[in-house]
């Protein structure tokens, strides 16, 4: 880049959508749990930029920032404006680009309510789970086996339920490991009404059952699965 003259009006972003996956060797240690969980370990993850478009460099940034946000913020960074108002992400370059200060307070994790309840949200240092966070709920380090790890055996079912209610002061406990909802009530309702308050707005889930007439030589688990990415 450099020697073709890109160098000054160029930034490289690394990121990763979620957390490892455990079964294949991964680890998200000392975080709690993995891919596919609602855990810190499945959704946070590790991100850095690098260029000479960046007006402050050399420091951690630990404000919140979510995936949607990339769309609205590299768009700044190329010098462009984005006129859709109905747009989730938010434009954090000046945050990034200069350590500004934050913009993002709260967002969505996830909710998902055809088969059980499964919801994530986050408000400020605050993070509430509802319903069904996932396998592995534990604190899960690198496994040594040739295949990864069994799920089932990484923590007790009977403390992690479908109908399971978890708040967690991310930013002084963000291995999730204290949960609050016996002693911080006014919290505890706060969030549960803001996610109520975005589940009424949210396009419902298309999720469509996998069909189990493939064939088993060209799928692993005998099934054809539509994948999160394809719509009806």
């Given amino acids: 880049m450099k020697r073709f003259g890109f160098w000054e009006n160029f930034l490289i972003v690394f990121i990763s959508d979620n957390g490892a996956d455990v079964v294949n060797g991964g680890s998200n240690y000392p975080l709690r749990g993995a891919k596919m969980t609602l855990w810190e370990g499945g959704t946070r993850v590790p991100t850095f930029l690098y260029g000479d478009v960046l007006q402050k460099s050399g420091y951690v ?31 954090l370059w000046d945050m990034i680009s200069r350590n500004g200060p934050a913009v993002r307070n709260e ?26 966070p996932g396998l592995p709920c534990d604190w899960v380090q690198v496994s040594e086996e040739p295949e990864g790890i069994e799920l089932e055996t990484t923590c007790s079912k009977s403390n992690i339920t479908e109908l399971g209610v978890y708040l967690f002061n991310i930013k002084d406990d963000p291995l999730e490991m204290n949960n609050l909802v016996a002693t911080e009530k006014i919290t505890l309702r706060r969030l549960k009404h803001r996610l109520d308050q975005m589940g009424r707005s949210m396009v419902p889930a298309d999720d469509p059952f996998p ?6 030589k060209l799928s692993k688990i005998g099934a054809l699965v539509p994948g999160w990415c394809q719509a009806k």
């Fill in 107 to 132: 967002f969505v994790y996830n909710i998902y309510d055809v088969e059980y309840k499964r919801a994530a949200i986050r408000v400020g240092d605050y993070k509430l789970i509802l319903g069904y």
């Fill in 211 to 216: 069909n189990f007439f493939a064939m088993r």
């Fill in 61 to 91: 940034n630990n404000n919140l920032i979510h995936a949607v946000d990339w769309f609205p913020t590299l768009l700044a960074a190329a010098g462009g404006r984005n006129t859709d108002k109905d747009l989730d992400g938010l434009n």
